[in-house]
């Protein structure tokens, strides 16, 4: 499998739904982290760490701006970070990254979150941007299909018909890139 390559596939899906945030975000990931989507031993818990740390500016390495320069290249200055300690204002883009197992929750002190610890932080976004969340964009490294049918698929569902937004999940594993869901 050649990440990179399944990036582009997913970018096209997400822009053939109406996800013009997701893609151009997609788009900007694909191109700062290159070498890693690259790599012949891709680490998918690494990739993601690496987008956090430096979305959060604690990087260490050339692409500390990557939050500056995404938020510049798509005009909005308008990304949500899950996780994050330090909640910001509300904002019409929310980029949610899923590192650990499927069904962890968030420890901030070992720097994972797991999809279940990630939903439960983005859910409680928007209860609080309601009126200002649009679209949202999840990354995880696990899938748990069957679990996600059983206690997030209908309310994600519901949230994006009933509210009008929208909300793309992504697996980003070593051995597939895929669009999960998208509602």
Known sequence: MNPLHEFDK?????????????????????????????????????????????VNGI????????????????GAGNINLIPSEIPGPCRPFCLALASGNFGEKYYPSKGVIGFKGMMSKLVETWFTCLSVNEENLVLTSDWDESTFKELYKKLINSYCRNHGKKIFIVLVSDSNVRLMHSA
Do not use: C
Request: hydrophobic share 35%; net charge negative.
């Open 10 to 54: 997913v970018i096209s899906e997400i822009k053939e739904s109406g996800g013009n945030a997701s893609a151009k975000i997609l788009i900007e990931i694909s191109e700062n982290y290159h070498s890693l989507l690259n790599s012949e031993h891709f680490d998918p818990q690494k990739f993601l760490s690496s987008i956090w740390q430096n």
């Open 59 to 74: 990087g260490d390495n050339t692409i500390n701006t990557m939050k500056d320069e995404t938020i510049r290249r798509i």
